[in-house]
T-cell receptor
Framework: TQLLEQSPQFLSIQEGENLTVYCNSS?????LQWYRQEPGEGPVLLVT?????EVKKLKRLTFQFGDARKDSSLHITAAQPGDTGLYLC???????????FGTGTRLQVTL | GAVVSQHPSRVICKSGTSVKIECRSL??????MFWYRQFPKQSLMLMAT?????????EQGVEKDKFLINHASLTLSTLTVTSAHPEDSSFYIC??????????FGSGTQLSVL
């Protein structure tokens, strides 16, 4: 079983702070995705990283794929209350479209 | 973008009854759909892979007789929770694709078994 461990599990910060969420595995993934999920809804895709060492930016969010394609990070700059949600990384192993989801990081941003 | 519709969004049923959840791809054909289960404040756990026209592939530990999956067309997969019990209460989510290498998720179904 391929495991994707996310850290921290829970993060409560104030508006304007920066944060980093980590996603680690002992397995190699052909690609890795980050999702954000709000209560009672399905996850929404934020980004897909494919190449080892790849860095992608989405406004205040910066995503990095590890050189060995086993880990990834999500950095949020100047967090806002609208960033609150469950952040999930998910890895593709190249088998069809099967995704393995990480353990999740619950982010709460307060005013 | 591709849209996946999941119904119902919420269902409450008595213990021992069966519940059917539908997952439809509205503007694309999905040969493969996936069913996930999510407990409160936890991540998504893949239950099974639904393949159009063939039997579903279940993940280890998931009872195939308990969670019946039917993928009779390229736009519809159904998950039936048979003889539901309170421990089956959970948030169930489907996904379909890939479309341009992306999976698209339904909005989920909150099942509560009394």
């Amino acid at each position: 079983t391929q495991l994707l461990e996310q850290s921290p599990q829970f993060l409560s910060i104030q508006e304007g702070e920066n944060l980093t969420v980590y996603c680690n595995s002992s397995s190699v993934f052909s690609s890795l995705q980050w999702y954000r999920q709000e209560p009672g809804e399905g996850p929404v895709l934020l980004v897909t990283v494919v190449t080892g060492g790849e860095v992608k930016k989405l406004k205040r969010l910066t995503f990095q794929f590890g050189d060995a394609r086993k880990d990834s990070s999500l950095h949020i700059t100047a967090a806002q209350p609208g960033d609150t949600g469950l952040y999930l990384c998910a890895g593709h192993t190249g088998t069809a479209s099967k995704l393995t989801f990480g353990t999740g990081t619950r982010l709460q941003v307060t005013l | 973008g591709a849209v996946v519709s999941q119904h119902p969004s919420r269902v409450i049923c008595k213990s021992g009854t069966s519940v059917k959840i539908e997952c439809r791809s509205l503007d694309f054909q999905a040969t493969t759909m996936f069913w996930y289960r999510q407990f409160p404040k936890q991540s998504l756990m893949l239950m099974a892979t639904s393949n159009e026209g063939s039997k579903a592939t279940y993940e280890q530990g998931v009872e195939k007789d308990k969670f019946l999956i039917n993928h009779a067309s390229l736009t519809l997969s159904t998950l039936t929770v048979t003889s539901a019990h309170p421990e089956d209460s959970s948030f169930y989510i489907c996904s379909a694709g890939p479309v341009r290498e992306k999976l698209f998720f339904g909005s989920g179904t909150q099942l509560s078994v009394l």
